[in-house]
């Protein structure tokens, strides 16, 4: 793990030099966030089984990262309504550039690469207009390029799609102000969607949840290879309510939501926090931090397979075979037949696994 004194010390010696492969930093699995003893937040890279590979403070606490698919380099963001992107070529340890949400925008924590690496896209809140906006950069020296519609209110989590011309949206519906801090300014007309969006901004599809469930807010996406999406939710409305916290949509189809046996949906607190599918993308997974549970799903049939209990479990990711999990509490672990501890850090993870490569 890097120390805080050989940080600084890469920092002045180390030069801007364009960064090598991933290979070069030990060929990570997933990025992640964390608040570690000392107070400081950082961003570490983490090998499947677990091992801290490097670990690189950010200015304040970090949400998801985004990891470029040919450089050993990743951007950080801040939880949302932070307004900072650290750039850090993850090999030397250095931040190489900084990059700040313009004017009268925000990040909302997430960002993507396109495939050939040359741009970086961010979900941005335009909240003097209150609309989503996508963000659009250049990857060599981050410099902005502009900006266009997000196809809707909220937008948080953003993916690529298999055919590299396609970015699909989680628009979650919901209105915030950074002057009112996280508070959910909207929540009567709330209304969100998946939209699909070509690399250019025109809308390609959008797809809304049925009117009772408008305070399902989408929040987290899986893709798998064959287009198939996931989208993870988080329930705004009565809490004596338990909606599908997960669903899956094919391009020119409707989307299926999926949910556990009563018993087990009215325990997760109406939170989904991550979503993945497994290598094989049979099967598909979310964790419900506040109901310290991870549920796996088929994906063909919709059935809930099993659950495991965690606490605080929410960063997820595909691992070799099955699962690789992190909790609040510090945890790594993998889950096949049944879930296995690899690896106690001291830390705290954030919400996400980010895994490193080739999008999709």
Request: charged share 20%; net charge neutral; glycine share 12%.
């Amino acid at each position: 793990m890097t120390s805080r004194r050989q940080f600084l010390a890469g920092l002045a010696a180390a030069s801007l030099a364009p960064t090598q492969g991933w290979s070069t930093v030990g060929a990570p699995d997933f990025l992640a966030a964390a608040l570690f003893p000392d107070g400081t937040y950082r961003l570490a890279g983490l090998s499947s089984e677990g091992g801290i590979l490097f670990s690189l403070p950010l200015p304040a606490r970090g949400h998801a990262a985004a990891a470029h698919p040919l450089r050993a380099q990743a951007v950080a963001f801040a939880r949302r309504p932070g307004t900072f992107g650290v750039v850090i070529d993850c090999k030397s340890g250095t931040q190489t550039a900084r990059m700040d949400a313009p004017k009268g925008r925000h990040f909302y924590g997430h960002g993507v690469f396109s495939r050939d690496g040359t741009h970086l896209f961010t979900t941005e809140n335009d909240y003097e207009a209150g609309e989503g906006v996508i963000g659009v950069w250049d990857s060599e020296d981050y410099t902005r390029l502009g900006e266009f519609s997000s196809g809707g209110v909220g937008p948080h989590d953003m993916r690529i799609m298999p055919d590299g011309e396609t970015l699909i949206i989680a628009n979650g519906g919901i209105e915030t102000h950074p002057e009112m801090g996280r508070t959910k300014l909207n929540l009567p007309i709330m209304q969100p969607r998946l939209s699909y969006l070509s690399l250019s901004g025109s809308v390609l599809e959008q797809i809304e949840l049925p009117r009772t469930l408008h305070k399902n807010s989408i929040r987290h996406l899986a893709v798998r290879s064959d287009g198939l999406v996931g989208f993870a939710m988080q329930w705004q409305g009565n809490r004596l309510t338990h909606p599908p916290l997960l669903g899956l949509h094919k391009r020119g189809e409707a989307p299926r939501l999926l949910a556990a046996p009563e018993s087990v949906q009215s325990a997760l607190q109406g939170y989904a926090g991550s979503i993945a599918f497994a290598g094989d993308g049979k099967t598909i997974a979310i964790t419900c931090p506040r109901g310290n549970n991870l549920l796996r799903f088929d994906s063909l049939t919709g059935r809930l397979n099993d659950t495991t209990p965690l606490e605080d479990v929410c960063g997820l990711g595909a691992g070799p075979s099955g699962f690789v999990f992190t909790t609040g509490t510090g945890l790594v672990g993998a889950l096949t037949a049944k879930a296995r501890i690899s690896a106690r850090p001291d830390c705290q993870w954030d919400n996400h696994l980010v895994p490193v490569g080739l999008p999709v």
